[in-house]
Each structure stands twice: as C-alpha cells, then as structure tokens.
Nanobody, 115 residues
Framework: QVQLVESGGGLVQAGGSLRLSCAASGSISNINAMGWYRQAPGKQRELVAT???????NYADSVKGRFTISRDNAKTTVYLQMNSLKPEDTAVYYC?????????WGQGTQVTVSS
C-alpha cells in the first residue's frame, strides 16, 4: 500500500502562485510514475501533469508554460509549482502515484483562484 499526503492548496488571486506537495509513504519502492490530477465542480477528473521514474514529464495543454512538476531526490515527494494561476484552474487537486502499475490517490487539496 502507498499512502499519500498532500499539502499546499489554498485561495489565491488570479496571476498568483501556489506550490502543491505530495509525500508518499508505505510501499514506495518501484514507483512507476507520480502526478497531479484535478477535478472542478461538475467536471471529470483530468490530468494536470505527470513525471515518470525516469524523469519524463507530461503536461495538459492548459497548464503548459505555467505549471512545473518536480520531485525530490528520494523520488517520494512530488511537487506542482503553479504560476500565473487563472480562475479556471480552480479545482480539487489530487496526487496520484502508480506503483507496479497500480494507482493510488491522495485525499485532494482545494485550489481556488479568484478573479
């Protein structure tokens, strides 16, 4: 089992920045990928950004150039630096870890961007 603890959400004005963190614990060997997804009210959960065990990154088109995903050297904490935030970025952000091709989810952290 993998446990995920997220932090860093909050309320910010449009144009501002936030940094999300997600710390993994438990069975953390052989993690294939870590990432962030988000779900806005009335919408489906969508991919925001992912980073593989090899360091390859992938971003949703809507966040390219504004968000950056990274991780610590131990590859157990993943970060999402969010700059130039827009009201449409408002959502619950979920951390996701894939280990031995099984997915685990965090509890979610609310990000609200006011106009």
């Amino acid at each position: 089992q993998v446990q995920l603890v997220e932090s860093g959400g909050g309320l910010v004005q449009a144009g501002g920045s936030l940094r999300l963190s997600c710390a993994a614990s438990g069975s953390i060997s052989n993690i294939n990928a870590m990432g962030w997804y988000r779900q806005a009210p009335g919408k489906q959960r969508e991919l925001v950004a992912t980073i593989t065990s090899g360091g390859s990154t992938n971003y949703a088109d809507s966040v390219k150039g504004r968000f950056t995903i990274s991780r610590d050297n131990a590859k157990t904490t993943v970060y999402l630096q969010m700059n130039s935030l827009k009201p449409e970025d408002t959502a619950v952000y979920y951390c996701n870890v894939v280990r031995v091709f099984r997915g685990y989810w965090g509890q979610g952290t609310q990000v609200t961007v006011s106009s």
